[in-house]
């Protein structure tokens, strides 16, 4: 069964980099066909989705965060990451890693647990 | 971009009835719709893609019907374990968008 569990740090101070990995298991990334992505979920804004990368390196993000975001994948390690920069206390939220297939937009059927960031001083 | 639209922000449903959700685009997303189903303190779970298909393992009480711009999720006979937050995402139109989420609750 496939798995992904997302990791990093929970507190992040504000004008710096958030970085998180999400390591999958159970399944390659390099996997033909399947796209993975980040999504966030915050109180005020919903679910959010941050950007999406297929293994050989194709990256499309969110218009509204693309100046800011930038995600990775190391197949060999099976993980993939995030790394968003110059977080303000808006970008506290529990963020999601999670699969999508043929398309990177979605739909997204499996999911991590999802990790809490919180940005404070 | 596309925003989209949840009815009604909470819906009081007694075990056993059926429960209509409604999502609507703000432009066409054709049939490309997802709904997914989110519990307090989990990650959301894709109940139905393409408008109208169900995964493997999602029960048949769980049915999706639209296209264009308006959908429907109907939970046919509500189980206890129905009551959740569930959103609908469009993927075909850039960015992917998702709705603010319909919460279900014991009435």
């Known amino acids: 069964q496939l798995q992904l569990q997302e990791s990093g740090p929970g507190l992040v101070k504000p004008s710096e980099t958030l970085s998180l990995t999400c390591t999958v298991s159970g399944g390659s990334i390099s996997s033909n066909n399947y796209y993975w992505g980040w999504i966030r979920q915050s109180p005020g804004k919903g679910l959010e989705w941050i950007g999406t990368?297929?293994?050989?390196?194709?990256?499309y993000y969110n218009p509204s965060l693309k100046t800011r975001v930038t995600i990775s994948a190391d197949a060999s390690k099976s993980q993939f990451s995030l790394k968003l920069s110059s977080v303000t206390a808006a970008d506290t939220a529990v963020y999601y890693c999670?699969?999508?297939?043929?398309?990177?937009?979605?739909?997204?059927?499996?999911w991590g647990q999802g990790i809490l960031v919180t940005v404070s001083p | 971009e596309t925003v989209m639209t949840q009815s009604p922000a909470t819906l009081s449903v007694s075990p056993g009835e059926r429960a209509t959700l409604s999502c609507r685009a703000s432009q066409s997303v054709t049939s490309n719709l997802a709904w997914y189903q989110q519990k307090a303190g989990q990650a959301p779970r894709l109940l139905i893609y393409?408008?109208?298909t169900r995964p493997t393992g999602i029960p048949a009480r769980f049915s999706g019907s639209g296209s264009g711009t308006e959908f429907t999720l109907t939970i046919s006979s509500l189980q206890s374990e129905d009551f959740a937050v569930y959103y609908c995402?469009?993927?075909?139109?850039?960015?992917?968008?998702f709705g603010q989420g319909t919460k279900v609750e014991i009435k």
């Open positions: 995402q469009q993927f075909n139109n850039w960015p992917p968008a």
């Open positions: 393409g408008a109208s």
């Open positions: 990368i297929y293994y050989s390196g194709g990256t």
């Open positions: 999670a699969r999508t297939e043929q398309m990177a937009s979605g739909p997204f059927d499996f």
